[in-house]
């Protein structure tokens, strides 16, 4: 299958998953869905679906890990630039140790710390979002496996 078709199959697949985040988020009152680091999780997971950093996993326990460390030093520690710096090396290093790594996730202390997030943020957006971009990919990449036997 050439370049462009599987480029725009990407695309069509992180806007349906951004478009049912948003939806739900739109749909239901004082419940995320969404974050900004979900925009580049669709990319690894329509665009390189086979890529280790793309997994379920990966996806879904990446932004869990760094996710929690985010809430831990809001809640425990505090905000500063030092304990952003450090929240954030905290989370590469835990994803590397656990083999979670999700390049997207390292963004999550940031995003998390700056906002003053509570607890209840690692179940909406973090795990509800991060589940149902991992189900929504794994639906396309059964349809881009069917359409490419069909057009190869």
């Not at 690894?44 to 932004?63: M, R, T």
């Not at 994803?95 to 996730?105: D, R």
Request: with cysteine; net charge positive.
């Amino acid at each position: 299958m050439n370049n462009y078709i599987v480029s725009c199959l990407a695309g069509i697949g992180a806007a349906i998953a951004i478009g049912v985040l948003s939806h739900l988020e739109a749909s239901l009152i004082d419940i995320a869905f969404i974050m900004a680091p979900f925009g580049a999780t669709t990319v690894l997971v329509f665009g390189l679906p086979d890529s280790p950093l793309a997994q379920p996993k990966n996806v879904i326990l990446g932004h869990l890990v760094t996710a929690s460390i985010g809430v831990a030093f809001t809640q425990f520690i505090g905000v500063t630039p030092v304990t952003l710096a450090i929240a954030t090396g905290l989370g590469v290093s835990l994803m590397l140790l656990t083999k979670t790594t999700h390049p997207p996730a390292g963004a999550n202390p940031i995003l998390i710390m700056l906002t003053a997030q509570s607890w209840a943020f690692l179940i909406t957006p973090v795990l509800t979002g991060a589940v149902l971009i991992v189900l929504v990919g794994k639906v396309f990449k059964i349809g881009r496996a069917k359409f490419t036997a069909m057009y190869s």
